[in-house]
């Protein structure tokens, strides 16, 4: 079982490609003739309506109007708008998940997209030390940072853990609300990086109103730079405005490895990677009741 202490939130913002939006412009943005032909009998329409032959002549009597509207259409490009807005996104990225690198600071090198080992302890230093003393530094970073998740895993345990999260990236897993009954959260999986794996949780009312813009609740990050010395280190944590308790995030995690690492676990691991599966391949067979169930009951 792994060990959880009392952690940094990342999450993926997935942005549609500039090409489909592009052709979405495209196909939004008519030409003026287009335009024309288009709305040609409703032109002709307005122009018997203001007791005009045809028309040219409305043209003529709507010339500045028409001249002024052109103005205010060609001001607006939007492409110019859609490199603004991408840029507006990439600076929220960068304020929100940009992790720079730590002092000292070359403001000319690269930074890293997202957090690794090396963002919170000394590799190289490290790297030498016995297992058991990797632990304890890695208890000891945590320790007094509030709402935080920490622990070691063996690599036996994490290898487990991402194969299942390699075939079943998405899962959902319920949380007992006293008097409410039970709660249900989105799982996410994503490897970010060669050594780092991240494990993203929000709630499914959270899920289906913003879809993969949901804000998760809890983030756990695996960093796998020590796998050589048979272990791998996470850290994570639940966010000060989640409305979860700490306990309530801890069950949720444990949860998280207890159907993903189900094969490392005492007992018989068949119906909680059954769930796995068939949430995976949207089976109309898959149970909220078997799924509550295998969630609750600790063997």
Not at 142 to 164: C, P, W
Not at 244 to 272: H, I
């Amino acid at each position: 079982m792994i060990r959880l202490g009392l952690t940094n939130r990342s999450i993926a913002v997935a942005v549609a490609s500039r090409r489909s939006l592009v052709n979405v412009f495209r196909r939004c943005y008519s030409s003026p003739t287009d335009l024309a032909e288009k709305y040609k009998a409703k032109l002709e329409q307005r122009a018997k309506e203001l007791g005009l032959n045809d028309v040219d002549e409305l043209k003529t009597k709507l010339k500045d109007d028409i001249a002024k509207a052109k103005k205010a259409f060609n001001a607006v490009d939007p492409l110019t708008e859609l490199e603004e807005y991408e840029k507006k996104l990439a600076a929220e990225r960068k304020d929100s998940k940009v992790i720079k690198v730590r002092s000292p600071i070359d403001a000319k090198a690269p930074q890293s997209p997202y957090k690794r080992l090396e963002s919170y302890v000394d590799v190289d230093k490290i790297r030498d030390l016995p297992a058991k003393e990797v632990e304890l530094i890695w208890k000891a970073r945590f320790q007094n940072i509030e709402r935080s998740l920490h622990a070691v895993l063996t690599d036996l345990q994490f290898s487990e853990i991402y194969a299942n999260a390699f075939k079943h990236p998405s899962f959902i897993l319920p949380l007992p609300k006293e008097g409410e009954g039970y709660e249900m959260h989105f799982v996410q999986w994503s490897f970010i990086g060669p050594s780092t794996t991240h494990c993203m949780l929000t709630t499914v009312a959270e899920y289906k109103l913003h879809k993969e813009y949901a804000k998760p609740h809890t983030t756990l990050m695996f960093h796998q730079e020590l796998t050589d010395k048979g272990i791998v280190l996470m850290n994570g944590s639940c966010e000060v405005e989640s409305s979860l308790s700490m306990d309530e995030a801890q069950l949720l995690v444990l949860n998280v490895q207890r159907f993903y690492g189900a094969q490392m676990l005492k007992g018989s691991p068949e119906k909680k990677l059954a769930l796995l599966k068939s949430f995976t391949v949207g089976d109309e067979s898959f149970n909220i009741d078997d799924l509550v169930k295998e969630a609750t009951t600790f063997e």
